[in-house]
């Protein structure tokens, strides 16, 4: 299918994220050409051009040279929670405007949450989710959840028609209320903001959001860029000077089984790390190596 027609297909189309979420591309500036049309400029008339466009977006995603990427935009229309909305915001690098409660009445609409997708307090990432809290206790904070924001919104609303004004009556109101923005960013930021937030250490709510951007509508707008992305942000492995140490030092030792040991790990931990009962550094090379295969997991 053509450029065109993509853009066309995917323009107004509305991607439901959570229950009354959505993402939807208002327009898009740009196309894989765009960035290599911007990356070849800085070789002059008359460079031989020594390689493909996709070798040339690859090249540029592996080294990390940025700007090209900037030379594409994307305008979506968003419907996010308002907690979910906060951390969104925190990407300064884009052009932002968002419904304003102060002028018209908030979205009559809140996120609601399933009694199976409640999650525990993770135990080792202090702002991360757990396991799934048990089903009947799930039934009972849903249920919990749904009356809290009955009463919020008829709060509100008798706020509003006692007269009250708009910039005051919404205080009460929940974090889970919808808010509704137009998001401009440029692909080097968008692909940044999609590397935090699919992240499996993201928050799940705004990784279903993301994911939603990424696959629904960047993928097929700037399919050699995403591939690239994919192979070497999303699927990448980054390893820090500590970290390539311990695995030269790791793969220096005999390996008598298919996989090193914990043991084989701690024996060859940087000497930084040896203080510390716990280290949150070396605990994320630990699962860099199993992700590798070389460390046999470790049982948490």
């Not at 009559?108 to 080792?124: G, I, L, V, Y």
């Not at 993301?210 to 992305?229: H, S, Y």
């Not at 793969?251 to 084989?264: F, I, M, N, S, V």
């Amino acid at each position: 299918m053509a450029l065109a027609d993509i853009l066309s297909d995917l323009r107004w189309k509305k991607f439901q994220v959570l229950n009354d979420g959505f993402v939807c591309l208002v327009d898009c500036m740009g196309d894989d050409g765009s960035v290599v049309q911007a990356a070849r400029v800085s070789y002059g008339e008359g460079t031989k051009r020594v390689s493909d466009d996709r070798t040339l977006v690859r090249y540029l995603m592996r080294h990390r040279h940025t700007t090209p990427f900037e030379m594409a935009e994307l305008k979506f229309l968003v419907r996010v929670p308002m907690d979910c909305w906060r951390q969104w915001i925190r990407h300064r690098t884009a052009s932002v405007n968002e419904y304003s409660t102060r002028y018209s009445v908030a979205i009559d609409s809140t996120q609601t949450t399933m009694p199976h997708e409640w999650r525990t307090q993770a135990e080792q990432n202090r702002q991360g989710s757990g396991s799934p809290l048990p089903a009947d206790l799930g039934e009972k904070l849903t249920e919990d959840e749904h009356h809290f924001q009955v009463t919020a919104r008829q709060v509100y609303q008798k706020r509003l028609e006692a007269g009250v004004a708009r910039e005051q009556a919404r205080k009460d109101l929940p974090l889970s209320t919808y808010t509704e923005a137009y998001w401009k960013i440029d692909l080097h930021n968008l692909l940044h903001f999609l590397a935090l937030r699919m992240d499996a250490h993201a928050q799940q709510e705004i990784r279903d959001y993301a994911a939603a951007i990424g696959e629904n509508i960047v993928k097929p707008l700037f399919p050699i860029v995403w591939e690239a992305f994919e192979d070497y942000r999303l699927g990448g492995l980054f390893l820090s000077r500590l970290e390539a140490g311990v695995m030269q030092r790791l793969l220096a030792r005999p390996r008598p089984g298919a996989q090193y040991t914990l043991e084989d790990f701690l024996a060859v931990q940087d000497e930084s790390w040896r203080s510390l009962g716990r280290s949150r550094e070396r605990d994320e090379c630990r699962a860099k190596l199993e992700r590798l295969g070389l460390l046999a997991p470790v049982a948490t």
